[in-house]
């Protein structure tokens, strides 16, 4: 069964970064695109990131452009997004998802909490 767990989540102050990992189990990893969203309070989820086992990476998001970035440890099975000069408005819950590329059903972490204040 295919799980997937969000980590490294927490409070960071302004400027500060954070690298959250999404860790995958329970089928091959390179069937599936690993997504990053996030939902902020009282705001819809919103997708920011994605991983392709190819190698490529891709940030939707014009605010996070040149301050997040995408990597994939295929060995781990792990992908990581790494977050550069936080902002208050970073602040939210991130989620990954595994998207099938196969069967096209996603698989969704439970999320990890990111606070971005002074």
């Known amino acids: 069964q295919v799980q997937v767990v969000e980590s490294g989540g927490g409070s960071v102050q302004p400027g500060g970064s954070l690298r959250l990992s999404c860790g995958f189990s329970?089928?091959?990893?390179?069937?599936?695109?690993i997504r990053w969203y996030r939902q902020a309070s009282g705001k819809e989820r919103e997708l920011i990131a994605a991983?392709?086992?190819?190698?490529?990476?891709?940030i939707y998001v014009d605010s996070m452009k040149g301050r997040f970035t995408v990597s994939r440890d295929h060995a781990k099975h792990t992908v990581y997004l790494q977050m550069n000069r936080l902002t208050p408005e970073d602040t939210a819950v991130y989620y990954c998802?595994?998207?099938?590329?196969?069967?096209?059903?996603?698989?969704w972490g439970q999320g990890t909490q990111v606070i971005v204040s002074s």
């Open positions: 998802s595994a998207y099938d590329l196969r069967s096209r059903n996603s698989y």
């Open positions: 329970g089928d091959t990893f390179a069937w599936y695109h």
């Open positions: 991983s392709t086992d190819g190698g490529g990476s891709t």
